[in-house]
């Protein structure tokens, strides 16, 4: 129940603390998996609080509220929910700040949101609420004055900032730190607690940011807390494709350091470390300024390694409490390579004196509290005198040791390669089991831009062929992005550009794809990936919206291929879902259901890498988020206008279809399936 300001101020004058941030998966197996990390999290790493992020619009409301609750309720940590109050109705507004405040949660960070849609929201708002009146909530600055002149100082508010300037996202017009000084200082009067920066890796412009808020004669900045926002870098991919959305600046040689290790993730992860918690140093001595305690905050992506190691790393963890013992004895620890920090593993770390009072060589869970049979090919059925292997190579109270936890999350042993299995890939192509799965920020269905600039790029299309020139138009490298992607497309798609401009030409549009790839070299410059000596592999598959007319000549010419060269997944926006499988699409426990790892690579000393699966669920949800897209496009324009009406009678008749060929060997099956 505590106030994350009142948390601040219980701290040391020259203290540090840290938050983290974490959004809702989207499978259901995701959440579960995340539970785990979350308490693993909690025990190793001690953040001051978490957030929990808020789909655009409200579109994760549930599972944002259900995340909250796990983390307020189960495992006791702090909870600041974040909440827009642009394109939802004032009911929805409501109903989230009752849900948190009958959680126990007293944390809000009050945002915009997505630029507003206005016509169609106001309208849904003036119907939930009977007709309209009270406050407008466009700004950040009103939705704060309505918490505050609802609930009082009940919550402790929080808002934005952005050490850079704040822009409409794909729309940089007036991105300037002056431009965003009043409307600032508006949020802050309105009645805000704290501040909470948009990611940033310009060291410079941080500063700058700060020394002006704490200067600025209105006062208003003087004592405030001001958390910096820091995201652990994951993937060379990833961190491009966000600082092009945030608009935040990657200097010169922090984009040199990452693109020398672009091509092999693990090492681009590791010299992310690097340069975060460098700018970490450089942050404490400029928040050494102003007197209190200094804090930051991660953006973690739903992942733990990069950001333990990193607090790890900068002495943001806090030390232990009295009575907490960390182990000292590795004879009974999980095999599994050391990870080493400054050349000390969890293991050394966990031998400090000051971080433990005592330390005393533990069991493991087969001798505790006597000797049991390990079984290995089923689950036990008298747990008292039986275990897994798993369980039986687990200290009995080892785990549960804040020492232990630490090194689980930075990866070390068995249980810590569970940990972080899915560190690599990230994103919609990765396991859907994974709680980072799905797009990198988790704020569900989204433009990523204003409703003026997506007019600005595709017009106001009034007939099929005008979606499909503006498809065409992105593959051939003339228009920046399309809807579903805000980037221009990959360099190995160059290989089969003139397929995709074939389908999309006769109305089959392409939202993913790749060619096929057989054992190319890992330092290839198109397609290569991964460690250097190393093979790469590639299915050629494609993923497209298209008519229901076309999906049921489509669907009968890829049954008479049969499974064993082709694999197919198809959804409508009504909940429709047919596959290949053996099930058809028809759900049951018993389902013979594929998983399609469609990338994969061969590298010296390593297992097989497979850093791109398709699979029933992880299709499933982003199909899901795929229809609702021509949802959000559609709301661009007004109520009952040509181009509205088009879009959505797109979205109610359009199938989307991914197919995958087996026979990567072969570089043009899949084209010639489809084309001929």
Not at 198 to 211: G, P, R, V
């Amino acid at each position: 129940m505590e106030k994350i300001t009142d948390k601040i101020a219980a701290l040391p004058a020259d203290g540090t603390y840290f938050s983290l941030e974490f959004f809702p998966p989207k499978t259901e197996m995701g959440f579960n998996n995340l539970r785990d990390r979350l308490h693993r999290m909690e025990r190793a790493l001690r953040p001051l609080f978490v957030n929990v992020t808020w789909g655009a619009g409200g579109s994760t409301a549930a599972k944002s509220i259900e995340l909250a609750e796990l983390c307020q309720k189960e495992i006791g940590i702090t909870t600041c929910l974040h909440l827009t109050c642009t394109n939802m109705s004032r009911r929805l507004v409501d109903k989230a700040l009752e849900d948190a405040k009958a959680l126990g949660i007293r944390n809000i960070l009050a945002l915009r949101g997505d630029p507003p849609r206005d016509e169609e929201y106001r309208i849904e708002s003036d119907e939930t609420d009977g007709g309209g009146g009270g406050e407008e909530l466009n700004w950040g600055a009103d939705l704060v004055r309505y918490i505050r002149k609802k609930y009082g100082d009940y919550f402790c508010i929080g808002v934005a900032a952005y050490p850079e300037g704040h822009a409409e996202l794909s729309h940089p017009q007036n991105q300037s730190l002056e431009h965003d000084l009043p409307y600032l200082v508006d949020k802050v009067q309105a009645g805000a607690d704290f501040i909470m920066t948009q990611l940033f890796f310009d060291i410079d412009a941080y500063d700058k940011f700060e020394a002006t808020l704490r200067e600025h004669p209105s006062g208003a900045f003087r004592t405030i807390p001001i958390l910096p926002g820091l995201m652990p870098i994951q993937s060379f991919q990833m961190i491009k494709r966000t600082t092009k959305l945030s608009h935040a600046r990657m200097p010169e040689d922090i984009l040199a350091r990452l693109t020398a290790v672009k091509g092999d993730d693990e090492k681009v992860k590791m010299v992310g470390v690097d340069i975060v918690s460098e700018l970490i140093e450089k942050i404490k001595k400029i928040k050494g300024r102003t007197p209190g305690p200094k804090g930051f905050h991660f953006y973690t992506l739903n992942l733990e390694k990069a950001v333990a190691f990193i607090v790890e790393r900068t002495g943001l963890i806090p030390d232990l409490p009295n009575d907490e013992e960390a182990i000292i004895d590795d004879a009974g620890a999980a095999p599994g390579p050391a990870v080493h920090i400054n050349g000390e593993t969890a293991a050394d770390r966990a031998r400090r004196p000051s971080r433990s009072r005592s330390a005393r060589r533990l069991s493991s869970v087969g001798s505790d509290p006597h000797n049991r049979v390990i079984v290995s090919d089923r689950r036990p059925s008298h747990p008292e005198w039986e275990a897994t292997g798993r369980e039986a190579g687990v200290r009995a109270e080892a785990v549960n040791t804040r020492a232990n936890t630490l090194a689980i999350s930075e990866g070390e042993g068995v249980l810590g390669r569970e940990a972080t299995w899915d560190d690599f890939p990230n994103g919609r192509f990765g396991d859907s089991r994974s709680p980072a799965f799905g797009e990198i920020d988790g704020y569900g269905v989204s433009l990523h831009m204003s409703p003026a600039h997506a007019i600005k790029l595709w017009g106001h299309p009034k007939t099929v062929k005008d979606i499909s020139d503006l498809f065409v138009r992105h593959i051939q490298g003339e228009l920046a992005a399309i809807p579903w992607s805000e980037e221009e497309l990959l360099a190995e798609s160059s290989a089969i550009t003139p397929h995709l401009a074939q389908l999309n030409s006769k109305g089959w549009w392409t939202v993913a794809s790749q060619p096929a790839v057989n054992s190319t070299r890992s330092a290839d410059p198109t397609f290569g990936w991964g460690p250097p000596n190393g093979f790469v592999f590639q299915k050629a598959f494609v993923e497209f919206f298209l008519p229901s007319a076309d999906w049921k000549v489509l669907l009968e010419k890829l049954r008479a291929v049969g499974g064993e060269s082709v694999c197919f997944y198809a959804a409508n926006a009504k909940g429709d879902f047919v596959s290949s499988d053996s099930s058809g699409g028809v759900n049951s426990p018993t389902a013979n259901v594929s998983t399609n790892a469609v990338t994969w690579g061969v590298f010296p000393s390593k297992e097989i890498t497979t850093p791109t699966i398709i699979e029933e669920v992880s299709f499933r949800a982003w199909s899901e988020e795929a229809f609702g897209i021509w949802g959000e496009w559609s709301r661009v324009y007004g109520r009952g206008s040509e181009s509205e009406k088009l879009l959505r009678g797109i979205r109610e008749d359009y199938w989307l279809v991914n197919v995958i060929h087996h026979e990567y060997i072969d570089k043009e099956a899949l084209w010639r399936l489809l084309l001929s």
